[in-house]
């Protein structure tokens, strides 16, 4: 862990996988990262945690000679920023496989040796919803008025969870006041990148940290994915059908039949990859 000291930090996280649909949440935390000129700050021992069956390590070849050797494992970045009321360290990782607990415990240790004063974990679902209207983020605070505040819709689902409900419970055990944030990806467009939907994210994690987010791109990125899934469901009309009848449930509240949705969404996924350029295909 690095030796710098940190103002006043939060912590923001997001983990691939299960967590993590149209890799929406890994990319905002990745966007950050980016903006932020985040520096190494710690590291999860990946043999505690990851079954290498499931989240296989990677090799790449560098100058034609090095293989480099990557372990799927948790990193942990600082962003130092003079110029606004928090530093920020962010947490990348991939969820993990075994011990969770222990893995939670591992995470809080290294909030409350760097003083975190908050933890915001992100997160990305499918669901239901149309890929043209407003991005609904869902989840839940340490408090009602940071989640009126931040215009929570509460969530009622009830099910199996991942690792960010997981890391949320730990922290508010720990004395951490915790948010965790939940945004809908439309499930008939699922494949990443997903910029509309991370945008959304970022959004709400400015609000939850009164801090500015550059955006850069993304807006213009979103607006273009938008148009794009909107000239392509356009081609089928039972899509296109479907798509109207999301946005008119959103405005009338329709009900859907969610089986013929999650047979659309096959195919729209289908029609897609057909229409992706093969490799070394002329654009």
Not at 139 to 150: C, N, Q
Not at 157 to 173: F, L, N
Not at 194 to 199: C, F
Not at 235 to 247: G, M
Request: with cysteine.
């Amino acid at each position: 862990m690095r030796e710098r000291p940190l103002r006043d930090p939060v912590m923001v996280a997001a983990f691939e996988g299960w967590n993590d649909a149209a890799d929406a949440a890994s990319a905002a935390v990745e966007h950050l990262s980016l903006t932020w000129d985040a520096e190494e700050f710690a590291e999860f021992d990946p043999e505690r945690f990851y079954d290498f069956q499931v989240s296989r390590p990677v090799v790449t070849i560098r100058d034609g000679v090095t293989r480099d050797f990557s372990w799927p494992t948790t990193r942990i970045t600082a962003c130092y920023l003079p110029n606004a009321p928090h530093d920020v360290l962010l947490v990348h990782g991939i969820e993990p496989s075994f011990a969770w607990r222990t893995y939670c415990r591992a995470l809080i240790d290294v909030a409350l040796s760097a003083d975190v004063s908050m933890i915001v974990t992100l997160g990305a679902l499918l669901a239901d919803v149309a890929h043209t209207t407003p991005i609904q983020i869902t989840g839940s605070a340490h408090d009602a008025p940071t989640a009126e505040r931040l215009g929570l819709a509460a969530s009622s689902y009830e099910g199996p969870t991942g690792i960010t409900s997981a890391v949320q419970v730990a922290a508010v055990a720990a004395g951490i006041p915790a948010i965790t944030l939940w945004a809908a990806v439309p499930h008939y467009v699922s494949d990443p990148p997903s910029p509309k939907v991370t945008l959304a994210l970022l959004r709400t994690v400015e609000e939850a940290l009164d801090i500015e987010v550059p955006v850069g791109g993304l807006p213009e990125q979103a607006d273009e994915w938008v148009e794009q899934v909107t000239q392509i469901a356009a081609e089928d009309s039972e899509i296109s059908d479907y798509v109207r009848a999301l946005q008119e449930r959103d405005d009338e509240a329709v009900a859907i039949e969610p089986m013929s949705g999650d047979t659309l969404a096959e195919e729209f996924q289908r029609y897609l990859r057909r229409r992706r350029p093969k490799p070394g295909s002329a654009r």
